[in-house]
């Protein structure tokens, strides 16, 4: 029989659209972070500067700066920021729970959506080996800082001061 080896085109089929489509949901009311986020993210917020932050529940520096995190948000409207959690689907809970005490829930929320973080670590910054709390700062011209570490890096107030200027 001819078709002897198609014997479950569709099973196939769905698998291969598996395999390389990414993930349209994650648990919660999170936005999934897959390949090629990152680069969505910096061609929605063009021409603004926009704070993509990764944290995690398993960080304490994360946990302890969500509320300064919530803060800058309030008093810079004119600045976009984002999170996004790197715990797996597992801790969503707690994840919400974090967020919900910090008064960001109703933040731009995204979590991991690949098992293999590797590779959204690579194209965030090639250099990141997924140390948290890790902080990229783009500009409203497009350049990107980025920081490993906590709020109070200079760094970061160095570029909130920049581009609170130039981002209104």
């Not at 949901?25 to 704070?51: I, Q, Y």
């Not at 969500?66 to 996004?84: C, H, Y």
């Not at 920081?147 to 920049?162: H, N, S």
Request: proline share 5%.
């Amino acid at each position: 029989m001819a078709h002897e080896r198609f014997r479950y085109p569709l099973f196939a089929a769905g698998l291969i659209v598996c395999a390389i489509a990414p993930p349209t949901a994650v648990a919660g009311d999170f936005a999934p972070f897959a390949r090629g986020s990152f680069a969505e993210l910096r061609k929605t917020h063009a021409g603004r500067p926009l704070v993509v932050h990764f944290w995690s529940v398993t960080c304490p520096a994360c946990v302890a700066e969500l509320g300064e995190w919530a803060k800058i948000g309030r008093d810079r409207p004119n600045i976009g920021i984002v999170f996004v959690n790197t715990d797996r689907e597992h801790e969503r809970a707690r994840v919400e729970n974090r967020l919900q005490a910090a008064g960001l829930l109703q933040a731009i929320n995204f979590a991991f959506a690949d098992q293999f973080v590797e590779r959204l670590y690579f194209e965030v910054d090639r250099y990141w080996s997924g140390e948290l709390p890790f902080t990229a700062l783009i500009g409203a011209g497009g350049a990107t800082t980025t920081v490993i570490g906590a709020l109070d890096d200079p760094q970061i107030a160095a570029w909130f001061e920049r581009e609170g200027k130039t981002g209104r």
